[in-house]
């Protein structure tokens, strides 16, 4: 399946490769369907791009590869929502925001998109803990997974 | 909208199974302690209206490029 996007073009994406967020996103309530797609310009920073609208795609990075010891309590609801029965199902997204001084990039750690990669289901869920920030720079850490220092980005499933 | 007024360390009850004590109150800071069960969503009001705003900002990211090691 083509999908055409504002940032990347026509891309290519199996249809079993799209991910569903029931209650879309905050913000974003009526976009339901989104595709990752990597760049490696931004590795390990890649893209939430909607399906359903080409102009709309987030820079997204997967929090433990920049957060080793991030944690997160999912409630019932949402693991039942997301049909999570097992951590390992689970992947932890935090939507980045990128200035034009990528230097100052910070990710939205309070609120962080929880995909369950079987069956492609995501949310992005509000954490109760007041301990992380919306705004926690992010910079010096992106540079060290790059620079293959620490961090897991290498496993970041390529195309998914 | 019950308003009601509490000092510290008093308590509301909410239904059968939520309680909201007011633990302590400094100026204009009131810490709140709150016993729900599991299924109970509970979420400060500005974190939803800063992640819209966040999510919103994100999509009109401008191009950027991270340098990296490369081979070549």
């Known amino acids: ?160 | 909208m019950l308003v009601l007024s509490r000092r510290a360390s008093e308590t509301i009850l909410l239904g059968n199974d939520i309680r909201i004590v007011i633990l302590a109150v400094e100026g204009e800071r009131v810490r709140i302690g709150i016993d729900a069960p599991r299924s109970v969503r509970i979420v400060r009001n500005e974190l939803v209206a800063e992640t819209v705003d966040l999510n919103k900002t994100a999509t009109q990211t401008p191009l950027f490029h991270l340098s990296r090691k490369k081979d070549d």
């Open chain 1, 1 to 160: 399946m083509t999908y055409q996007t504002f940032r990347f073009g026509a891309v290519e994406c199996s249809p079993e490769r799209v991910h569903r967020f029931p209650e879309g996103l905050p913000g974003l309530d009526h976009l339901h369907e989104f595709i990752f797609i990597h760049d490696e310009e931004t590795e390990p920073i890649f893209w939430m791009q909607s399906t359903q609208d080409p102009q709309i795609a987030l820079p997204v990075a997967e929090v433990f590869a920049l957060i080793e010891d991030y944690s997160l309590d999912i409630g019932d609801d949402d693991l039942a929502l997301l049909h999570i029965h097992d951590p390992e199902e689970v992947m932890v997204l935090v939507v980045v925001v990128i200035p034009r001084d990528v230097q100052t990039m910070t990710a939205n750690l309070a609120a962080p998109i929880v995909i369950q990669r079987n069956e492609r289901l995501g949310k992005q869920i509000f954490t109760a803990d007041t301990a992380y920030s919306v705004r926690h720079p992010i910079f010096e850490a992106v540079m060290r997974v790059l620079e293959g220092g620490q961090g897991d980005a290498g496993t970041i499933p390529q195309g998914e």
